[in-house]
C-alpha cells in the first residue's frame, strides 16, 4: 500500500520574491505610457521640432527632385534650405531640453 505524504508547510519564499510581490501591489494603479502616447506628449511639449523635421524632409525631397530633374541652380537653393532647416530642428531641441530642464523640480535629497 503507498504511504502518502504527510502536508508539509509551504517552502518559504526567498525575500527576492517578497519584494517583487510588493512592488507589484504599490504600482499596481500606475499607468504605463505606450509609445503613442509618449510622442503625442513630446509633441506637445515642444511643437517646433517636428515643424522643424518636416521642414528639413520637404528641402531635401524637393532639393533631390530639383537635382534628378536637372535643375542644379534650384538643387542647391533646396539643400541650403535644408541646412537651415536642420538648424532649426537642432535650435528648437536645445531650446526645449532647456525648457524642460528648467520646469522640473529640484529632486530631495534624502
Not at 519564499?13 to 499596481?28: G, N
Request: proline content about 6%; aromatic content about 8%.
Amino acid at each position: 500500500m503507498p504511504q502518502v505524504a504527510a502536508a508539509s508547510a509551504p517552502p518559504e519564499l526567498p525575500v527576492e520574491e517578497l519584494d517583487w510581490i510588493q512592488m507589484r501591489k504599490d504600482f499596481a494603479g500606475v499607468h504605463a505610457e505606450t509609445t503613442k502616447e509618449k510622442m503625442v506628449r513630446k509633441i506637445n511639449e515642444n511643437p517646433l521640432v517636428p515643424i522643424g523635421c518636416a521642414a528639413t524632409l520637404t528641402a531635401l525631397g524637393f532639393g533631390l527632385w530639383n537635382f534628378r530633374q536637372g535643375r542644379s541652380q534650384m538643387s542647391q537653393y533646396m539643400m541650403r534650405a535644408r541646412i537651415l532647416a536642420q538648424g532649426f530642428t537642432v535650435l528648437a531641441l536645445i531650446i526645449g531640453v532647456g525648457m524642460t530642464y528648467g520646469t522640473k523640480e529640484p529632486s530631495k535629497k534624502q
